[in-house]
């Protein structure tokens, strides 16, 4: 099993920046591959980024692609979504997904790839 708390969230201006965190628990962190999606009113779930076990290769949506960074510290079981450049059509909750992962790192971009979720975190920007 796999516990996700994410943290962060908040209301911002266009242009601004936020930082959300998700602490993991249950696993060996370095086995436990990462991503975040969000999920807009009226909209689909939708692939933001993820981080690849052990060696931390990252992939991003071409949505956020320059904009958000997700990096990972293995010392505190923490994975970051840094958030710049936010525009209104980021508003959304964010959710933290996670799947033990015991093959060679790859990425996962699939919401049906996640075995385990956050409670999310509401991410509004203003224009």
């Known amino acids: 099993q796999v516990q996700l708390v994410e943290s962060g969230g908040g209301l911002v201006q266009a242009g601004g920046s936020l930082r959300l965190s998700c602490a993991v628990s249950?696993?060996?962190?370095?086995?436990?591959?990462l991503g975040w999606f969000r999920q807009a009113p009226g909209k689909e779930r939708e692939f933001v980024a993820t981080?690849?076990?052990?060696?931390?290769?990252?992939y991003y949506a071409n949505s956020v692609k320059g904009r958000f960074t997700i990096s990972r510290d293995n010392a505190k079981n923490t994975v970051y979504l840094q958030m710049n450049s936010l525009k209104p059509e980021d508003t959304a909750v964010y959710y933290c997904a996670g799947r033990i992962d015991s093959g060679l790192p790859r990425v996962w971009v699939f919401s049906s790839d996640y075995n385990y979720w956050g409670q999310g975190t509401q991410v509004t920007v203003s224009s």
């Open positions: 981080i690849t076990r052990s060696i931390s290769n990252t």
């Open positions: 249950g696993r060996t962190f370095s086995s436990v591959a």
